[in-house]
């Protein structure tokens, strides 16, 4: 297949990254540079274009730690689109085992000619300490419970697809907010647009320190449905935890899962999504999952766009 040919315009002199580690550090304007430059790609997948030679004779690695299914392929087929070279790290079969320690590990995968790194390890600040060790760019794809900017931004994205803003909106994060590094990017990308953000789920899940990031929290799923525009379900991130935090799933899906008899109190516009994997009938009815107002694949195909606008701002102007 020919490479398809695409304008995606000039970068702003302000875009100087090198890394994409967290949304928290991200402005404004870099965030809406990168959903602007997604926005392009989509519309070229929308049509049909699927091969570009923007990254071509670049190579990128995954450098995952932890099970990944829609991040892991999202990126590699992103990397492929643009006509880059993209490797897979397997850590069970590399010589971590034989006691190579990650930083090592790293730069021996750079030294083969690697252009970034995307790296997913269950313990926080891990991108950033090979960042800090690396020449090469590196992208978090989830760093245990901190951040994951971009499914952060494959939200956002999908928000401003439906409404054509973000500004204004009323969005609610539901479910495992304690352990979830989504929670946390959309939160930094949201408030930073302008969006008023509540946290919503049990109170051993969901602290009143939150307020201190400038969002609402609320115990109640039903006292806020009312007022949302945009429902973000997550998933109860069980691997985390050291004891159970409520005292049954049953108990936790009468509470907090959305089901139509919920639906029918929400706005007309409302919109759900979900980082995935979705629990069908914990945190989400499979009636509502696949009803009008998801958009869970619209997110995943949004996730491609968005990884190739990050890829191509990390390094298609170096």
Same mark, same amino acid.
């Given at each position: 297949?020919?490479?398809?040919?695409?304008?995606?315009?000039?970068?702003?002199?302000?875009?100087?990254?090198?890394?994409?580690?967290?949304?928290?550090?991200?402005?404004?304007?870099?965030?809406?540079?990168?959903?602007?430059?997604?926005?392009?790609?989509?519309?070229?997948?929308?049509?049909?274009?699927?091969?570009?030679?923007?990254?071509?004779?670049?190579?990128?690695?995954?450098?995952?730690?932890?099970?990944?299914? %829609? #991040?892991?392929? &999202?990126?590699?087929?992103?990397?492929?689109? $643009? =006509? +880059?070279?993209?490797?897979?790290?397997?850590? !069970? /079969?590399?010589?971590?085992?034989?006691?190579?320690?990650?930083?090592?590990?790293?730069?021996?995968?750079?030294?083969?000619?690697?252009?970034?790194?995307?790296?997913?390890?269950?313990?926080?600040?891990?991108?950033?300490?090979?960042?800090?060790?690396?020449?090469?760019?590196?992208?978090?794809?989830?760093?245990?419970?901190?951040?994951?900017?971009?499914?952060?931004?494959?939200?956002?994205?999908?928000?401003?697809?439906?409404?054509?803003?973000?500004?204004?909106?009323?969005?609610?994060?539901?479910?495992?907010?304690?352990?979830? %590094? #989504?929670?946390? &990017?959309?939160?930094?990308?949201?408030?930073? $647009? =302008? +969006?008023?953000?509540?946290?919503?789920?049990? !109170? /051993?899940?969901?602290?009143?320190?939150?307020?201190?990031?400038?969002?609402?929290?609320?115990?109640?799923?039903?006292?806020?449905?009312?007022?949302?525009?945009?429902?973000?379900?997550?998933?109860?991130?069980?691997?985390?935890?050291?004891?159970?935090?409520?005292?049954?799933?049953?108990?936790?899906?009468?509470?907090?899962?959305?089901?139509?008899?919920?639906?029918?109190?929400?706005?007309?516009?409302?919109?759900?999504?979900?980082?995935?994997?979705?629990?069908?009938?914990?945190?989400?009815?499979?009636?509502?999952?696949?009803?009008?107002?998801?958009?869970?694949?619209?997110?995943?195909?949004?996730?491609?766009?968005?990884?190739?606008?990050?890829?191509?701002?990390?390094?298609?102007?170096?």
């Amino acid at each position: 297949m020919a490479c398809a040919e695409i304008d995606l315009g000039e970068v702003p002199g302000f875009w100087k990254r090198r890394h994409l580690l967290t949304l928290e550090e991200l402005t404004a304007e870099e965030i809406t540079l990168i959903l602007d430059k997604a926005s392009i790609f989509r519309q070229a997948i929308t049509e049909g274009q699927r091969k570009f030679s923007l990254l071509a004779g670049k190579t990128c690695v995954n450098l995952f730690f932890e099970n990944s299914t %829609r #991040t892991r392929n &999202s990126f590699a087929l992103a990397a492929r689109r $643009l =006509g +880059a070279d993209m490797l897979d790290f397997s850590a !069970s /079969t590399s010589s971590l085992s034989k006691g190579e320690t990650l930083i090592d590990t790293a730069k021996n995968i750079e030294a083969m000619g690697v252009d970034a790194m995307i790296v997913r390890h269950s313990t926080p600040g891990t991108p950033k300490l090979l960042a800090d060790n690396l020449n090469c760019s590196v992208i978090n794809a989830g760093d245990g419970p901190h951040e994951h900017p971009t499914q952060g931004l494959l939200d956002i994205l999908t928000m401003r697809q439906r409404f054509g803003r973000i500004e204004g909106l009323t969005v609610a994060l539901v479910g495992d907010i304690a352990h979830s %590094r #989504t929670a946390r &990017s959309n939160i930094w990308g949201l408030k930073k $647009l =302008g +969006a008023h953000v509540i946290v919503c789920g049990p !109170s /051993t899940l969901v602290s009143v320190r939150w307020r201190e990031l400038g969002v609402e929290t609320s115990y109640s799923l039903d006292d806020i449905l009312p007022r949302v525009d945009v429902l973000n379900l997550l998933r109860i991130q069980f691997e985390r935890q050291s004891r159970r935090p409520f005292p049954s799933v049953r108990e936790y899906a009468l509470l907090y899962a959305m089901d139509n008899r919920r639906l029918a109190r929400t706005k007309p516009h409302i919109l759900i999504l979900a980082p995935g994997p979705i629990n069908r009938g914990v945190e989400v009815t499979p009636d509502v999952a696949d009803g009008p107002q998801s958009a869970i694949l619209d997110q995943v195909t949004n996730g491609v766009a968005v990884r190739m606008a990050v890829l191509w701002l990390l390094l298609g102007n170096r």
